[in-house]
């Protein structure tokens, strides 16, 4: 598929996902949430070359999408100083917009595909469960359940499409982007759930002092712990993307730019 299609097909489902969530009450009173174009990529990646139709496949990505989107919001309120009108208003959004994707598959009478994306909703939120309760025994299924918050929704529609050439390489992509953009809250004095799993188990004296007020050494040395990870994470994507012979130029190019980010992120 040329990088001009992509980017049709592409726009075409932003679309599709931005009509149906759209709420006048819900984004009178709030921001609309942002849709991952990274995601929308792989999901059409995934569905290259499957012979479904272009509407019953915009439909499918779109409702992945919007499951998504949904979790992205409900992770928002975890852990953040907002006030009660605008969490209760988080929590309704994510709710209505996680429901849409039903309204989009019964659509298309595509029940199997709504019993895969409940699944990874059942996933997620108990790896959730452990990484916002620190309920894990140590730094490493800690990460663990981060990546699986992060990939379980494109895991799962691969596999449900018999679609597993790239699931490697995405899963590697969307923890590293995660990795990145998690280390970037932290240095911008913003929440960030990573470190703070990071600061319970390799700061454990300081566990009940907030991250903004811990000293320079100690940020600086839960930096790096981040950076071991993120090293540990570009390696294994690098690796998938050398693996895979003809991988679309789009998708190499968001590549390298979250690879340059790093680089501006890590000076």
Known sequence: MALCIYEQKADSIRRLVKNEMYHKFLFEHMESPEIDEDRILMLLMTMDGSGIPVEKYERQIAAASLVQIALDIHDKVAGQQITLTERQLSVL???????????????????????????????????????????????????????????????????????????????????????LSEMEKFNNGRFSILFEGLKNFCLPQMKSIPLSNLSQHDQHQLNEICTHHIDQSRKALMDETSRIIGLPGIFLERITELANKYKQIAT
């Open 93 to 179: 959004a994510g709710d209505y917009f996680s429901g849409l994707y039903y309204h989009l598959l019964a659509g298309i009478d595509d029940i199997n595909l709504i019993r895969t994306l409940a699944n990874a909703i059942k996933v997620i939120n108990e790896s959730k469960i452990y990484v916002y309760q620190l309920d894990v025994s140590d730094i490493e299924s800690f990460m663990e359940h981060v990546k699986r918050i992060e990939c379980t929704v494109i895991d799962e529609f691969c596999q449900y499409f018999q679609s597993t050439e790239y699931i490697g390489l995405f899963i590697e992509f969307l923890y590293f982007k995660r990795l």
